[in-house]
Each structure stands twice: as C-alpha cells, then as structure tokens.
C-alpha cells in the first residue's frame, strides 16, 4: 500500500491550498480515507474522514474553511484548505485503515502558514 500525498508549502494567512493523496495497492473505492495533521511539539490529530459512501465528517477547527474529497476513478484523496491560519502550520498525513485493521500513513506533506 502507498500512499503519496502532496500540495504541501508556505502561504499566507488568508490564503488556500489543496493537498491530495494518490492511493494505491487497496481497494481504495471501500476504503475510508482520512486526512490528519500534526503540528510541531503537539500530537497528531484527525481533521477530516470520508467514507466509502462519501460520508465526511470534520474537526472542529476544519469546519466551514476545509473540504475533503475523493476520486475513486484516479485514486485521489483531496483536502481543500481555505483560510488558513497559523495555526493550520502542520505537517498533514493521509491515512487509512486496510483489511485486518492495518493503519496505513502516507508520508506526510508540510503546511506552512505565516501570520
């Protein structure tokens, strides 16, 4: 399973960016896919799950400013961000749950908002 996500990098408060992950090696269709965060110094955190039936739920903080999505044609895990704050400065992970309750994690890709 691989996991590759990207769209990571340096904004402005205000500003937006849209992160994806390509799945592959699951069946990523019956797949819930997440999206989690985790801020220097602080435990990673869970900011958005979609479901196989497109079923989403957020963080509080994600909520009215982030929206998740996929693509089960290409594979593709989505996060739109808008309005980043500084506090949005993260490193920002896909995730999933494979068969047997293995946790699979992509790599990681670096949100950096600057006040």
């Known amino acids: 399973v691989q996991l590759q996500a990207s769209g990571g990098g340096l904004v402005q408060a205000g500003d937006s960016l849209r992160l994806s992950c390509e799945a592959s090696?699951?069946?990523?269709?019956?797949?819930?896919m997440d999206w989690y965060r985790q801020a220097p110094g602080k435990p990673r955190e869970l900011v958005a799950t979609?479901?196989?039936?497109?079923?989403?739920t957020y963080a509080d903080s994600a909520k009215g400013r982030f929206t998740i999505s996929r693509d089960n044609v290409y594979r593709v895990l989505n996060l739109q961000m808008n309005s980043l704050k500084p506090e949005d400065t993260a490193v920002y992970y896909c995730h999933t749950i494979g068969q047997g309750g293995r946790h699979f994690w992509g790599q990681g890709t670096l949100v950096t908002v600057s006040s």
């Open positions: 979609i479901t196989s039936d497109f079923s989403i």
């Open positions: 090696g699951i069946n990523f269709r019956i797949n819930a």
